[in-house]
Structure formats: C-alpha cells, structure tokens
C-alpha cells in the first residue's frame, strides 16, 4: 500500500509561481512513475506532468515551459514547480503513483490563480 500526502497548493496571483510536493509512504516510490493530475471544476482530470522511475519527463502541452516536475528518491517526494502561472491553471491538483498494475492517488491540493 501506497500512501500519498500533497501540499503547497494555494491562492496565487497570475504571473506567479507555486511548488507542490508530494511524500510518499512505502517502499516502492523509487520504481514507480510518478505523476501530476489536476481537475478543474467541470472538467475531466488530465494528465499534467509525470516522471518516470528512470527520471525521463513528460508534459501536457500547457504547461511545458512553465511547469518542471522531479522527483526525490531519498525523501520519496515528487514535486511541481509550477511557473507563470495563469488563471487556467486553476485546479485540484493530484498526485498519481503508478508500479505495473496498481495506481495510487493523494487526496488533492487546490490551486487557484487569481488576481
């Protein structure tokens, strides 16, 4: 069993940045590929940013250049570096464990982006 603790989300101003972290229980953070979700109201949850256990990157097309997620396997925490950040991005963000068939989900940290 998986467990997943997000924090960092927030009310911030458009143009402005925000990191979150997630820490992980258990011993499998090292080989699982992680990821961040979010869900705005209304909307689908969609895939943000993810890295996998080898530390190779990908992200939604909205977010690259702004947005960087890593990944710590001392501390068994990902983060997302959130950048220029614009009211679109606001959402509840997820964070995601994958290892083979089992996936694992945090309970969610809001972002908002207003002025």
């Known amino acids: 069993q998986v467990h997943l603790v997000e924090s960092g989300g927030g009310l911030v101003q458009p143009g402005g940045s925000l990191r979150l972290s997630c820490a992980a229980s258990?011993?499998?953070?090292?080989?699982?590929?992680m990821g961040w979700y979010r869900q705005a109201p209304g909307k689908q949850r969609e895939l943000v940013a993810a890295?996998?256990?080898?530390?190779?990157?990908n992200y939604a097309d909205s977010v690259k250049g702004r947005f960087t997620i890593s990944r710590d396997n001392a501390k068994n925490t990902v983060y997302l570096q959130m950048n220029s950040l614009k009211p679109e991005d606001t959402a509840v963000y997820y964070c995601?464990?994958?290892?083979?068939?089992?996936?694992?989900w945090g309970q969610g940290t809001q972002v908002t982006v207003s002025s």
């Open positions: 258990g011993s499998i953070f090292s080989r699982s590929a």
């Open positions: 995601n464990a994958r290892l083979g068939l089992m996936t694992y």
């Open positions: 890295v996998a256990s080898g530390g190779s990157t």
